[in-house]
């Protein structure tokens, strides 16, 4: 039995969702981490003690990106259960972010790239946040004319 590596409980995440004008959304290329290296990502992080969620979100944004998140709306959750006994579970809160800026990686991502529904298949997702970006294009929240159905 794999010994008890994380947390006995669940832990609370937050990831943003940033679109461009043409409706693509901002994903990172994780590096220097445990869990999803080389793996690609929405922007995000582990909630602390003490902090909002939408206190993660900004501080997250700004840490990652160096972008400014100007208006934030909560989007859904979704579990993120352990793909093995003994490791983490995850609920992730996601949010839709206007944000400000030009993006600028930090020490956690190699790369950041602009996707939009065609491309899920092209990139390998961590976190299960290639289901969450299908729900996103389905929703009323993504921009008009762009959906998940969408391969052009």
């Known amino acids: 039995m794999k010994p008890q590596t994380e947390p006995r409980y669940p832990i609370?995440?937050?990831?943003?969702?940033?679109a461009d004008r043409e409706g693509r959304?901002?994903?990172?290329r994780r590096q220097n981490s445990a869990h999803g290296l080389g793996l690609w990502c929405l922007p995000g992080g582990k909630l602390?003690?003490?902090e909002t969620l939408e206190q993660a979100v900004l501080k997250e944004l700004?840490?990652?990106t160096g972008l400014d998140c100007l208006e934030a709306q909560f989007l859904f959750y979704q579990d993120s259960l352990p793909p093995?006994?003994?490791?983490m579970h995850c609920v992730n809160?996601?949010?839709?972010?206007?944000?400000?800026?030009e993006p600028r990686l930090n020490e956690e991502?190699?790369?950041?790239?602009?996707?939009?529904p065609q491309d899920l298949g092209a990139i390998e997702l961590a976190f299960r946040n290639q289901?969450?970006?299908e729900r996103y294009w389905r929703s009323d929240s993504a921009p008009a004319g762009l959906s998940a159905d969408q391969t052009s």
């Open 48 to 50: 602390e003690c003490g």
């Open 93 to 101: 809160c996601y949010f839709v972010c206007q944000a400000l800026g």
């Open 84 to 87: 093995e006994p003994g490791e």
């Open 12 to 18: 609370l995440a937050v990831r943003v969702i940033v």
């Open 25 to 28: 959304v901002l994903v990172l």
């Open 109 to 116: 991502s190699s790369a950041f790239r602009w996707v939009g």
């Open 131 to 133: 289901e969450a970006l």
């Open 62 to 64: 700004r840490e990652e």
